[in-house]
């Protein structure tokens, strides 16, 4: 069984910054790409930020120069900074990880708000 518990989401003023966590704990035998989604109302779930078992990182266009994800492996936790938060940044964020080594399994995490104010 894996979890994975978010934390840092809320309300924002736009122009501001937050920063979410997301540690993963149970049968974690190999994590390899971590990553953070967000679903905002009526529209599809969409990537904003992935990083993978050796560090490489991929951003969506939309945070590209405002959003830095990062890992701590010994704390199976990934963690995602925004900053110049803007409303259009207002959705759902669901962490993502992949867990395996030749067969990779999809979690999800539950779900954080964020909201930003203009």
């Known amino acids: 069984q894996v979890q994975l518990v978010e934390s840092g989401g809320g309300l924002v003023q736009a122009g501001g910054s937050l920063r979410l966590s997301c540690a993963v704990s149970g049968s974690t035998s190999r994590i390899n790409d971590m990553g953070w989604y967000r679903q905002a109302p009526g529209k599809q779930r969409e990537l904003v930020a992935v990083i993978n078992i050796g560090g490489s990182t991929n951003y969506a266009d939309s945070v590209k120069g405002r959003a830095t994800i990062s890992r701590d492996n010994a704390k199976n936790t990934v963690y995602l900074q925004i900053n110049s938060l803007k409303p259009e940044d207002t959705a759902v964020y669901y962490c993502?990880?992949?867990?395996?080594?030749?067969?990779?399994?999809?979690?999800w995490g539950q779900g954080t708000q964020v909201t930003v104010s203009s």
């Open positions: 993502n990880v992949k867990i395996g080594y030749i067969r990779l399994t999809n979690y």
